[in-house]
């Protein structure tokens, strides 16, 4: 049997690799997070002392008209992006496991959007929907159409642009997960399904699809975080305009933490986004549950 101190000085060591790690989590996250929820209840600019607000922050909320924009365009936003990107990256992926020449090309093409850097993609997908001189508005033109869409720059178009764009920047990871799961299908349920008579729709709506449930449900959830905590997207693509038209809760955050330097609003805002993800994950979690 070991001795007490031997047992000590291995668990010593044991914690010495993790301690890295865990500090660099304590310091530059759970800290962060543990003072976002305290400053939720608290006035401060930055700069001057720090005052009790109690619920004042979430109160003051209700009356605030870019909150409201933000989480209604925050939810719009969410409701597009989950599902068209769940039927494209599905689409994709059935597509590109078929066995047919140059699919590696095409699956390396489709998941380019998502390595790429989203600086330059948003600044080509501008130039492509670009409402006088873009060739997307201008193929219409030549098409016949007397009216065409304003995209980025229209506030009716623009969280539809937001919304494509997304789509296409996101699809491509997902489609790889697709492509894990239709890999992992047993080749005999086809068959068997074959034998049956079944047609190709008939075998991907009951043999592909149940069998994909438990990636659908993982994507669902992954997407439907990754969209509530959008940032990046809205502010390369319409800077959260025009006006509120596209204005999310994370840029709300900001604006509010970097541009008004009101960290007490920002940080409540930030609260009512963690329970808005919390419920809806929740509400998945137990969705899945029941089916099973």
């Known amino acids: 049997m070991p001795s007490k101190k031997a047992t000590l000085k291995k668990q010593l060591v044991a914690y010495s690799f993790i301690a890295p790690n865990f500090i660099g989590f304590a310091v530059f996250t759970m800290v962060p997070i543990i003072f976002a929820f305290a400053l939720a209840f608290l ?6 002392p720090i005052t009790w607000a109690g619920l004042g922050n979430f109160i003051d909320l209700f009356d ?4 409201k924009a933000a989480l209604k365009n925050t939810i ?14 599905l689409f994709l992926a059935v597509i590109l496991n078929q066995g047919f020449k140059a699919r ?9 959007p998502y390595v790429a850097s989203l600086v330059a993609v948003a600044a080509v997908w501008n130039m492509i929907f670009n409402p006088s001189k873009g060739p997307v508005n201008m193929l219409l033109y030549t098409l016949g159409f007397e009216s065409v869409p304003g995209w980025a720059a229209d506030k009716d178009w623009a969280m539809i642009t937001i919304v494509f764009f997304s789509v296409w920047k996101y699809m491509g990871y997902y489609m790889i997960i697709y492509l894990a799961g239709l890999q992992g299908i047993n080749p005999e349920l086809y068959e068997a399904a074959s034998l049956d008579g079944t047609n190709a729709w008939q075998r991907f ?6 069998q994909l449930s438990g990636v659908s449900f993982f994507v669902m959830v992954m997407l439907t975080i990754q969209c509530f905590k959008v940032y990046d997207i809205v502010y390369m693509v319409t800077q959260g305009g025009p006006g509120t038209a596209t204005l999310v809760l994370v840029y709300d955050i900001y604006n509010k933490a970097f541009i008004s330097w009101n960290l007490g609003s920002a940080s409540a805002v930030a609260m009512v986004l963690f329970i808005l993800v919390l419920a809806v994950t929740l509400v998945q979690f137990n969705g899945e549950k029941r089916m099973h």
């Not at 006035?43 to 001057?48: I, P, R």
């Not at 605030?64 to 909150?67: G, S």
């Open 43 to 48: 006035h401060w600019d930055g700069s001057n």
């Open 76 to 89: 719009v936003y969410t409701t597009g992006t989950v599902p068209l990107t769940l039927v494209a990256s």
């Open 205 to 210: 709506r009951y043999v592909t699809i149940p």
């Open 104 to 112: 590696n090309f095409f699956r390396t093409v489709s998941f380019f």
């Open 64 to 67: 605030d008209d870019q909150f």
